[in-house]
């Protein structure tokens, strides 16, 4: 039986106790079944990951005993998914692939065709937690408030390449776009349903750092499409090939 994982934000270290709150009291003990003199293995971006055993548990609180670091600390690549809010489901879903797949932010934007313009970043934030202890990364992706595609654009850093999924216009395939200009600091944009108004891809397209991409010939939905776009980059320029991400 594998242990739980559990994020923490406290510090980790040798003989430290953790106190966890309700909700990770009762994920451990009523959901998990674990009891006093369980193991539990704890992480965070800055320590790594530790092994831990269960004190006093209860469902209203549990308190753990740090023991012996498990693992250090390795990061993820350098890139941001931006996408445009779709119905909750699915919005819940590129949240959750975008933390699996190793995303370090996550930026919703509002288009002119967006069709949810209310986000819960608190949701949001949970299920990047719940996603980041299963597939045993060390940080959550760091996500941001809602904003709209013309200032997120006015503001962009000129040294990160915009990859902009444009199934309107004339790309090139993405696996051959990134082959001829790699990079490893990098954003993932996504589009709404609807797609981008003109204006909008023109206004995207205007951008020094942009690089137009498509995903195929057939019109993939906004959530499938920020799988694909992600898993796409991950095997070419991300961490898919092997080795450790640096902490920063």
């Known amino acids: 039986m594998t242990d739980p994982r559990l994020y923490c934000d406290s510090s980790l270290s040798a003989a430290a106790e953790i106190r966890l709150g ?7 003990i009523s959901v998990m079944r674990r009891k006093t003199g369980d193991k ?10 530790w092994e831990a055993e269960i004190g006093a548990a209860d469902r209203k609180g549990a308190v753990l005993t740090v023991g012996a670091r498990l693992r250090v600390a390795q990061g ?26 190793g995303v370090r932010r996550i930026r919703p934007v509002l288009t002119q065709r967006t069709i949810a313009d209310k986000v819960r970043i608190d949701r949001l934030g949970a299920l990047a937690k719940e996603a980041a202890e299963q597939t045993e990364r060390f940080d959550l992706p760091e996500i941001f408030e809602a904003e709209k595609l013309a ?5 962009w850093p000129a040294d990160r390449v915009l990859i902009y999924c444009d199934e309107a216009g004339e790309a090139l395939p993405m696996a051959t776009a990134l082959r001829d200009r790699p990079t490893n600091k990098a954003a993932i944009l996504i589009g709404p349903e609807g797609g981008f108004t003109p204006e909008e891809r023109a206004r995207i397209r ?3 750092s942009a690089l137009p991409v498509s995903l195929g010939p ?16 991950q095997s070419q320029c991300g961490d898919w090939a092997g080795g450790a991400q640096p902490r920063e």
């Open 206 to 208: 205007s951008l020094p």
């Open 151 to 155: 200032a997120i654009l006015d503001g």
């Open 76 to 101: 993820v690549p350098d890139l941001d998914l931006l996408f445009a809010p779709v119905k909750k489901a699915r919005t819940d879903f590129i949240v959750e692939k975008a933390a699996e797949l």
């Open 40 to 49: 539990v293995r704890l992480f965070n971006a800055q320590d790594g990951e």
């Open 218 to 233: 057939r019109i993939l939905r906004a959530d499938t499409a920020a799988a694909a776009a992600l898993s796409l980059w």
């Open 22 to 28: 309700r909700d990770e009291s009762h994920y451990l």
